[in-house]
């Protein structure tokens, strides 16, 4: 029999609530986003409160944390520009991405500062990471502010995926291929482990034309 530890949520302080999320929702994927400030420049940094939350049409969200009255850039890039870029980030981009978590002053930005490189996007003003493997444009959809106001949601209407031939073959994304870097509680970070194959019991949202791939092969790791 397994031993549980009880704690009560109720009257947790933020630091506690952060910790024990952030233990117990892993392993994250990570939002490698950038923005654009009313000056043009660009901001980028890493949000792993992140998933996505519609299909149809493709919606992504993320949290965002305000400190104190003080919106962070990007926050503050998204409400002004409506615009953002997500970027998936690789367990090649690990270094870059978490340097651009540091706090850089608003007029100075993260992409020049660590030299990152980057291509112009089609539908929105913030460019794409040109060594992130896929680059997803997106329009602001709506902001929820959370809770006591520490946290808001801002969900994002997916315009354009840029997805790179290495990793996708025009149907589908192959994880591996990917080698998406995942963060975890604390100071860490995690890549893919194990992959398992279990047949998927549902049709997929708007899979009419499925194919069922009970005998898929497992991508293969070098
Ligand atoms: C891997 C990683 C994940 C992060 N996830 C979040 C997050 O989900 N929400 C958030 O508000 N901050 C998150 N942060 C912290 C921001 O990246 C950090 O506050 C950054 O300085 C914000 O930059 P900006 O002011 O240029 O927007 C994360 C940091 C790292 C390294």
Redesign the pocket.
Known sequence: MKKFAFVDALGLDTAEAYRLLVGCVVPRP?AWITTVDAEGRV?A??????NYVATDPPMLA????SKGDVL????RNIRESREFVVNVADVSTMAAM?AS????PPDVS?TDALNIELLPSTRVRPPRIAASPIQMECKLDQFIVLGKGRNTLYIGEVVAFHLSTDVYDGQRVDSVALNPIA?LGGPFYSALGEIFNRPMLQRPPGGEGWIHQANAPIPKKD
């Open positions: 990570i901001n940094a890493p949000f792993s409160s992140y993320v949290n965002i944390t962070k850039d990007t926050a978490h978590a540091s706090e850089y993260e963060r």
